[in-house]
């Protein structure tokens, strides 16, 4: 299948100026776990042309229940191995991957060359630390986070909250500490809401032709 | 009169650590947003609501 076969396919779904404003576009993905995975996978199967992955993690079989690996990658390079997954989805999406522990000092660094970034870390302070050093540090860059995705059911309290440059998906509240644990089905409504939030600020002020 | 997460509030002159503090915020697990920008978390101590102010306070949990 050459790119044009690939990209005639997409088209077909959407428009040619869409798949091209797509494919140009550049996205961060911090954290490559839960939200990371599944928001990446939604995102190059929208047709979105390049993505910078960063994760330092290796994927346990506890990841299983929720993020996009197979117990057959369980011990490998979760940046890596989201790549290769990523590839066999859109095969002409550029990946740039870091396999590197994200600090608020090579943050700004990492995803300097996107219009946005999703947060998708798991640890609240590690949260608060990128957000407020992306946005302190990128002034054109949009930063869309995760808050909010524990436990089970309550599909409906997830939702999407826009602030300026900082847009929150989630219910804001459940907190794994509280010992709900992570589950597939809201998780990966979560990551919907934030590659929904991804494709509607690249698409965003742009009219539909065919409307 | 200033609006903090969407609710009116009475909290003009008061700082944004103090804020925090008293309703129960970790500042190292917020990101609060003035008027639409990220406030950095080195002004915290010297921001002071003003009249006006549309303030979001994002509280950060576990998950992800």
Known sequence: MTEAEFAAAVDSRSSKPIYERMKQSKVGIAGCGGLGSNIAAALVRAGLGKLVIADFDTIELSNINRQLYLP???GKPKAETLEKMLHD???YCEVE???I???KDNAAEIFGGCQIVCEAFDVPENKSMLVNTLLENCPDMQVVSGVGMAGIGRANDIV???FGRLTV???GRTDVADGEGLSAARVIICAGHMASAVLEMILE???NPRK | MLKINGETAEAVGVTVEAHLKENGYSTDRVAVMVNGEILPKSDYAAYKFADGDEVDIVGFVGGG
Request: charged residues 20%; hydrophobic residues 25%.
């Open chain 1, 160 to 162: 999407t909250k826009r």
């Open chain 1, 72 to 74: 057959s990658q369980v």
């Open chain 1, 89 to 91: 989805i859109a095969p």
């Open chain 1, 169 to 171: 998906c989630g219910d």
């Open chain 1, 101 to 103: 522990h994200i600090t």
């Open chain 1, 97 to 99: 991957v870091h396999d």
């Open chain 1, 205 to 207: 002020n742009y009219s």
